[in-house]
């Protein structure tokens, strides 16, 4: 008789998405458990009633992944999770990456939507040696600029923000030889990056096009799905211009509604592929069906 399984795991968090002549691999990193009180302009108990309402977990759990860019020239990485920098239960992008055969020295280029540790923690390890020894790293300048000032460390004052900025500069030193820096524009044929500032100064997008198709990586426009699509005015505790990042996100989600371009996020529900539609409050998302083959 075989015994019955008691699975307490998912199998490895990997989902490939063909846009055009490349493939977009999302990367499962980890989840970890989150507070309503993260969130600015809407009361605990509203949020969690829109929270509820979408049938998901409470407490609620905010998903982190990153994208593996495959073309017929590069490996490109977009964003690195967590790596050791959030504890228990996150950075399993090695693992995921080493499960299709990368190897960390196969990476030609990391593009960093911004330096907040659930994005850059996987590009260093706890000496603050680079674990991708042959890329460029390319980030918004601005977020470069705001993380290397003396003046954030200094308006560092407590224990976790201190930690965000000092992962956040051991990340530029590390890279510091092969690191270019944008505004706006093509950083790789068919990958541009677009300025979604606010949640941090340099908090970016980077727009894939190929072959006809097109899709938006769009960083953290949003961090709790059951809410903030209903509410794009609700915004994070951790946003270093609120006001902006909820003016990003609005404005964002209006032009891949309208253009109906697919888009991607770090935080959206694993495997975080599908698109935006407007609705009767607010916008709503609609992920893709799932696929057997590409």
Same mark, same amino acid.
């Given at each position: 008789?075989?015994?019955?399984?008691?699975?307490?795991?998912?199998?490895?968090?990997?989902?490939?998405?063909?846009?055009?002549?490349?493939?977009?691999?999302?990367?499962?990193?980890?989840?970890?458990?989150? &507070?309503?009180?993260?969130?600015?302009?809407?009361?605990?108990?509203?949020?969690?009633?829109?929270?509820?309402?979408?049938?998901?977990?409470?407490?609620?759990?905010?998903?982190?992944?990153?994208?593996?860019?495959?073309?017929?020239?590069?490996?490109?990485?977009?964003?690195?999770?967590?790596?050791?920098?959030?504890?228990?239960?996150?950075?399993?992008?090695? &693992?995921?990456?080493?499960?299709?055969?990368?190897?960390?020295?196969?990476?030609?280029?990391?593009?960093?939507?911004?330096?907040?540790?659930?994005?850059?923690?996987?590009?260093?390890?706890?000496?603050?040696?680079?674990?991708?020894?042959?890329?460029?790293?390319?980030?918004?300048?601005?977020?470069?600029?705001?993380?290397?000032?003396?003046?954030?460390?200094?308006?560092?004052?407590?224990?976790?923000?201190?930690?965000?900025?000092?992962?956040?500069? &051991?990340?530029?030193?590390?890279?510091?030889?092969?690191?270019?820096?944008?505004?706006?524009?093509?950083?790789?044929?068919?990958?541009?990056?677009?300025?979604?500032?606010?949640?941090?100064?340099?908090?970016?997008?980077?727009?894939?096009?190929?072959?006809?198709?097109?899709?938006?990586?769009?960083?953290?426009?949003?961090?709790?799905?059951?809410?903030?699509?209903?509410?794009?005015?609700?915004?994070?505790?951790?946003?270093?211009?609120?006001?902006?990042?909820?003016?990003?996100?609005?404005?964002?989600?209006?032009?891949?509604?309208?253009?109906?371009?697919?888009?991607?996020?770090?935080?959206?529900?694993?495997?975080?592929?599908?698109?935006?539609?407007?609705?009767?409050?607010?916008?709503?998302?609609?992920?893709?069906?799932?696929?057997?083959?590409?």
């Amino acid at each position: 008789m075989v015994k019955p399984l008691r699975p307490t795991h998912q199998p490895s968090g990997v989902y490939h998405h063909k846009v055009g002549d490349m493939t977009v691999t999302a990367l499962n990193d980890g989840m970890f458990e989150a &507070a309503f009180a993260y969130l600015t302009h809407i009361p605990s108990d509203e949020a969690e009633a829109l929270h509820r309402a979408s049938f998901r977990a409470i407490p609620p759990w905010i998903v982190i992944s990153c994208f593996l860019l495959q073309t017929n020239e590069r490996l490109i990485l977009v964003d690195s999770g967590c790596g050791t920098a959030m504890g228990p239960g996150l950075g399993a992008l090695d &693992a995921n990456l080493r499960a299709l055969g990368v190897q960390p020295g196969d990476i030609d280029t990391v593009l960093a939507t911004h330096l907040h540790p659930d994005h850059i923690g996987g590009l260093v390890d706890s000496e603050g040696t680079a674990l991708f020894p042959n890329a460029e790293l390319i980030v918004h300048e601005a977020d470069l600029r705001f993380w290397g000032d003396d003046s954030t460390l200094a308006g560092a004052t407590s224990e976790q923000d201190r930690g965000f900025v000092m992962l956040a500069r &051991a990340t530029i030193a590390a890279y510091r030889d092969r690191t270019r820096t944008l505004t706006g524009g093509e950083a790789l044929p068919g990958i541009s990056l677009v300025p979604e500032p606010g949640h941090t100064p340099g908090h970016s997008g980077w727009l894939i096009a190929s072959g006809g198709d097109s899709l938006l990586i769009w960083g953290d426009i949003v961090h709790m799905p059951g809410v903030q699509f209903a509410r794009p005015g609700v915004g994070l505790g951790v946003d270093v211009d609120g006001d902006l990042a909820i003016a990003s996100r609005r404005r964002i989600f209006d032009m891949v509604a309208t253009d109906r371009l697919a888009v991607a996020g770090m935080h959206l529900d694993f495997p975080c592929f599908g698109h935006v539609a407007k609705a009767a409050e607010g916008y709503a998302f609609i992920p893709n069906v799932w696929t057997a083959t590409l």
